[in-house]
């Protein structure tokens, strides 16, 4: 009996044996879905050109957007900055293309661009935009992904999608972030999202109560105080005295937090929106920007618009800041040193805002665009006044209590809101 035992127990093992290779062969070639985001480079030679007015050009693939005086000015992304005379809301001019390689971000001051090119900071004279003239050029100013000994700068990521066999033998088995030859790979399950937010290696002007003919959305990068100009190049904020515009001259580079993305100008304060957080920095000395307090919050990417005592901060899922979590939230600001949460609203995929007396507009991207009424601040769910379904949008201007631009994918819009429970538009720019 113990002989039979003993045996049957033999061929129990070398069974469990074959089906535990078996198991494990089938996970040594497990398939797995990644977002492959491949990096796109490009020479100081074909960037550092003086910028051209070109006649023409349609819009194709939208970035931030400004205002000044008559004129919205809008990104196309990495390309250079669409002009469009809008006197006549209903029917906006397109009068030009200001080609400026790499630009993403922009800010205007007394016929005074200033602009991103890639790594560096152009001063341009746009009192006649046919003829820019080009005042100054500060190399270096974004220095994050340039490469000077190589005399390249690293522009963005393209993404695509990757679906193979992953031998357990390789060394990113299982890994749900890797990186194989200069590209990087996120695992499509865990990331969240097929094609996440990355349209450039920086993400995202503003005015908050600064009442001047120059205004920004809030996903923006450049911002204006006074006689200085204010950028973030992803970790830090820098500062520059603009009040001889043919020279900026930089005052001060002071080291924020990795990843900031958006910077807003409110009363005597910067708010800048983080992935980790808003960090709140003091303009009592504008050539030298202090530290003053922070919010903390989950792993996101997330503009800032300030009204009053409330700061409201917008996270999305779907982005370099592997987030999954899709919200508002309301802080009080009251004491500037000590930000506390008043309440989190859970939204569909929240991107840019704007906020007007009582009312928060808010891009919702894919979703669209909504309307909150803010006076009560622990309801803002429960006190929605309209959503527009049917477009695109990713970042909003107020213009005053009857106006409102918005941003999209699919081209700019403007409203009439004096009724802000049903929204009427004026007129649609598109992309073509």
């Known amino acids: 009996m113990k002989a039979i035992s003993l045996f049957r127990l033999l061929v129990l093992l070398v069974l469990t044996s074959l089906m535990l290779n078996s198991c494990f062969d089938e996970l040594c070639n497990n398939t797995q879905s990644y977002v492959r985001l491949d990096p796109v480079y490009v020479e100081t030679s074909e960037y550092r050109i003086d910028p051209v007015f070109q006649d023409g050009r349609a819009l ?16 196309e992304l990495r390309e250079g900055i ?9 029917q906006p001019e397109h009068l030009g293309f200001l080609k400026i390689p790499g630009n993403l971000d922009m800010a205007v001051k007394e016929n005074v661009l200033y602009a991103d090119n890639y790594s560096d900071l152009l001063a341009i004279d746009i ?12 190399e270096g100013t974004f220095p994050n992904q340039f490469f000077p000994e190589e005399g390249r700068y690293l522009s963005h990521y393209v993404s695509s999608a990757v679906t193979e066999e992953v031998d357990c033998n390789n060394p990113n088995f299982g890994d749900l972030l890797f990186s194989e030859g200069g590209s990087v790979f996120f695992d499509s399950q865990a990331l969240g ?5 990355f349209n450039g290696v920086p993400v995202s002007t503003n005015t908050g109560n600064n009442q001047q003919a120059s205004i920004g959305g809030s996903l923006a990068r450049f911002t204006l105080s006074g006689d200085h100009l204010y950028v973030i190049n992803e970790k830090e904020l820098v500062a520059f005295d603009i009040r001889h515009a043919e020279k900026p001259v930089e005052t001060q580079s002071t080291h924020v937090a990795e990843g900031i993305e958006t910077v807003f100008p409110y009363g005597e304060h910067l708010f800048i929106g ?10 009592a000395n504008p050539q030298s920007p202090r530290y003053v307090s922070e919010f903390r919050h989950a792993q996101a990417c997330d503009p800032v618009f300030v009204q009053d005592d409330v700061a409201f901060v917008t996270l999305r899922d779907g982005t370099a ?3 999954f979590i899709n919200q508002l939230d309301v802080v009080d600001i009251s ?23 009582n009312e928060l507009y808010l891009c919702e991207g894919t979703h669209g665009l909504k309307v909150f009424d803010v006076r009560d601040l622990e309801e803002i769910d429960d006190n929605q006044l309209d959503h527009i379904r049917e477009m695109h949008a990713f970042d909003v201007i107020s213009l005053n209590t009857e106006h409102l631009l918005v941003i999209g994918q699919d081209g700019l819009y ?4 004096s009724d802000p429970s049903g929204l009427k538009q004026i007129s649609f720019f598109p992309v073509e």
């Not at 009192?127 to 500060?138: A, G, I, M, Y």
């Not at 999202?193 to 937010?197: F, H, N």
């Not at 403007?414 to 809101?417: L, S």
């Open 60 to 75: 194709q693939n939208t970035g931030k957007f400004y205002l000044y005086n008559q004129f919205i000015l809008i990104n």
């Open 82 to 90: 669409h002009i469009l005379d809008n006197r006549n809301p209903a």
């Open 127 to 138: 009192s006649d935009w046919r003829q820019p003239e080009l005042l100054c050029r500060e």
């Open 193 to 197: 999202a097929a094609s996440p937010d």
């Open 274 to 283: 983080a992935n980790d957080g808003m960090y709140i920095y003091s303009l």
């Open 321 to 323: 800041c592997q987030n």
């Open 335 to 357: 004491d500037i040193r000590n930000p506390s949460l008043i309440k989190t609203f859970p939204m569909d995929h929240p991107h840019g805002l704007s906020v007007r007396d």
């Open 414 to 417: 403007q409203f009439n809101t």
